[in-house]
């Protein structure tokens, strides 16, 4: 089965950090761009970042608004992402689901999510 | 950055209805639009790619058209598991955007 499972959600304080990690499985891994998307409660989604494949040299592309403060990284042996957050902001509350791009086309596998909380 | 405006932002219909939500770019993505379906507490899933192009595993009756800055999503006829919320996306230059999501509520 094609999937995508996000892991390391949780409650942190403004300020502090974060990693997500997005585990693949079904397909070949390295192949492929893999992005993250965020959904802020009871809002619309928003695009994160895109982690590309070694085929156009593992390059990335963020958001304005984590540009800076997010890094996104992969490890293709492990057939993992991952989303390094820092200098969190209460903004930053949401969904984070991470997603298999198809450039020009669409995002066609999705995760289940998982949950980020930043709160005093 | 390209916004994209969805409209209705909500809308309820009752099952066997035609539905319509439109999707319109702040400059031209050629085809480079999308469509997702969103039910609450689920991850999207996809069911238009390149505008037009029903995703595999998805039933006829949604359709997509359009090219340049207005596009829309069509439902021939509404069936009761498809209220839920409703998003596009341009793929066409980053930052990647997505409309802010038609919900579609049982009349």
């Known amino acids: 089965e094609v999937q995508l499972v996000e892991s390391g959600g949780g409650l942190v304080q403004p300020g502090g950090s974060l990693r997500l990690s997005c585990a693949a499985s079904?397909?070949?891994?390295?192949?492929?761009?893999i992005d993250w998307v965020r959904q802020a409660p009871g809002k619309g989604l928003e695009w994160v970042g895109r982690?590309?494949?070694?085929?156009?040299?593992?390059?990335?592309e963020y958001a304005a608004s984590v540009k800076g403060r997010f890094t996104i990284s992969r490890d293709d042996s492990k057939n993992s992402l991952y989303l390094q957050m820092s200098s969190l902001k209460t903004e930053d509350t949401a969904v984070y689901f991470c997603?298999?791009?198809?450039?020009?086309?669409?995002?066609?596998?999705w995760g289940q999510g998982t949950m980020v909380t930043v709160s005093s | 950055d390209i916004q994209l405006t969805q409209s209705p932002s909500f809308l309820s219909a009752s099952v066997g209805d035609r539905v319509t939500i439109t999707c319109r770019a702040s400059?031209?993505?050629?085809?480079?639009l999308a469509w997702y379906q969103q039910k609450p507490g689920r991850a999207p899933k996809l069911l238009i790619y390149a505008a037009s192009t029903l995703q595999s595993g998805v039933p006829s009756r949604f359709s997509g058209s359009g090219s340049g800055t207005d596009f829309t999503l069509t439902i021939s006829s509404l069936q009761p598991e498809d209220f839920a919320t409703y998003y596009c996306q341009q793929l066409n230059s980053f930052p990647l955007t997505f409309g802010g999501g038609t919900e579609v509520e049982i009349k």
């Open positions: 400059q031209g993505i050629s085809s480079y």
């Open positions: 079904g397909f070949t891994f390295s192949d492929h761009y």
């Open positions: 997603v298999r791009s198809l450039p020009y086309r669409s995002f066609d596998i």
């Open positions: 982690g590309r494949n070694r085929a156009t040299g593992y390059t990335t």
